[in-house]
Structure formats: structure tokens, C-alpha cells
């Protein structure tokens, strides 16, 4: 409940400040580019830790039986 007041408390309290404007489109460089160039690095880091998983997962299921 605590929680809650104070969450509320800053929600209200936060100053007004507005957002910056978007950047222009083009712009080489920019922040906030999406992830492209290596996706490929994601991509084999998922499927590792979903097999690492799915071996813990067989492994104690085995173990359990």
C-alpha cells in the first residue's frame, strides 16, 4: 500500500518537462536505431540458452523418475 501512495506521489510530483523532438529521418548514427547488424548474435545466444534449458529441463525429469 505504501508502494502505491509513493508511486502515485511521484507520478503527480514529476515535472512537466516534454519529450524531445523525434529525430529526422536519415540521420546516420542516430540513437535509438534498431538492432540490424548483429541479430545473428541474439539469434545463436537464444537458441544456446533455450538448449541449455530444455537439457536441465530433461535432465531432472529423468533424474525424477
Not at 7 to 27: R, S
Request: hydrophobic share 45%.
Amino acid at each position: 500500500m505504501l508502494t502505491l501512495f509513493y508511486n502515485l506521489f511521484l507520478l503527480i510530483v514529476q515535472p512537466g518537462k516534454t519529450p524531445p523532438p523525434p529525430n529526422p529521418p536519415n540521420v546516420p548514427n542516430a540513437p535509438g536505431l534498431p538492432i540490424d547488424s548483429d541479430l545473428w548474435i541474439l539469434f545463436i545466444a537464444g537458441i544456446l540458452i533455450g538448449g541449455y534449458i530444455l537439457y536441465t529441463r530433461i535432465r531432472s525429469i529423468s533424474k525424477a523418475s
